[in-house]
């Protein structure tokens, strides 16, 4: 997708530090962190978002909650506790329509 701004992050046609990548997602901060640690781990596949997930993909997101647990340990929020959070939809708040996984810790998260 030309115009996905995570597509053009994933294709490295905009220049983003990547925290961890694999064949599946890639990792970086969230341009406008909520918290300490904001994270987004981003399918590199264009998928709009959860509801566009087919049967077939299912594994897609349990890696992402997987990477989301390493990237937890490694940028010291294991411990601690952190918040993993889909956005889904208009309702949802999701504003980027390219699957990502919030990954939010390093303070107390409100409700
Ligand atoms: P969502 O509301 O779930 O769609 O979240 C999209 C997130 O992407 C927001 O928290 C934005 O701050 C973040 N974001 C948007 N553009 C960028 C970017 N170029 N680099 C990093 N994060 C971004
Ligand atoms: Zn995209």
Known sequence: ???????SIVNKTLDKELLYEDDKVVVFKDILPK???HLLIVSK???LSINHIQDSQEDLAGHMI???RKMALKYGVYETGYRLMFN????????????HLHLLGGKFLEG
Do not use: S
Request: aromatic share 4%; proline share 7%; net charge negative.
């Open 35 to 37: 918290a300490p640690v």
């Open 66 to 68: 997987n990477i989301a």
């Open 45 to 47: 596949e264009h998928i």
């Open 88 to 99: 889904v939809g208009k309702d949802g708040g999701q504003v980027i329509p390219h699957l």
């Open 1 to 7: 997708m030309d115009d996905c701004v995570f597509c």
